[in-house]
């Protein structure tokens, strides 16, 4: 056996019994609810340049994204913020597409901010957000949504 085999052979059984004494490789952190949120407001920006072509089914996802924050973190202060998002995402996409079950998301996610934060700062903005996702578009609610293709 010639040396430098043998010197790579004890180089890799010191690194090998390194690892095993070390113990347990740890597995990576579950995201918190800053690092979702986070993610959630950085795809927010994408997606609400005028040219980026938002489909409906990115708008929705991404009210999904924020919505996680709130199912998975309910006692975290990012929840109140992640539901004002959610909620004028779900406005942008009524306005952009015109389906009622997003002017619905909108105000459910609202009232949700109200009822379930009531000591957050975003209420009193939450108000006016409210009445207009309550008006909504008559056409929608009358159950002529447009197809997601405008």
């Known amino acids: 056996m010639s040396r430098v085999t043998q010197m790579t052979r004890i180089a890799l059984a010191a690194t ?10 740890l597995a990576a952190a579950p995201p918190s609810a800053e690092a979702i949120y986070g993610r959630a407001l950085g795809r927010e920006r994408e997606l609400r340049e005028v040219d980026s072509g938002a489909t409906l089914g990115q708008l929705r996802s991404l009210v999904g994204l924020y919505e996680s924050v709130v199912r998975r973190f309910p006692k975290s202060g990012y929840c109140d913020n992640a539901l004002w998002q959610a909620a004028n ?15 619905r998301t909108a105000a459910r996610l609202l009232t949700l901010l109200r009822d379930g934060y009531p ?4 209420r009193k903005r939450e ?4 009445r207009r996702a ?6 929608a609610d009358a159950g002529c949504d447009r197809g997601a293709g405008g």
Not at 119 to 122: A, C, I, N, R, V
Not at 134 to 139: D, E
């Open 119 to 122: 000591s957050s700062s975003l």
């Open 16 to 25: 090998l019994l390194s690892l095993i004494a070390s113990g347990p490789v």
């Open 127 to 130: 108000i006016g957000r409210a």
């Open 89 to 103: 995402v779900a406005l942008l996409a009524f306005e952009r597409f015109d389906q009622a079950p997003d002017r």
């Open 134 to 139: 309550q008006r909504g578009s008559a056409r």
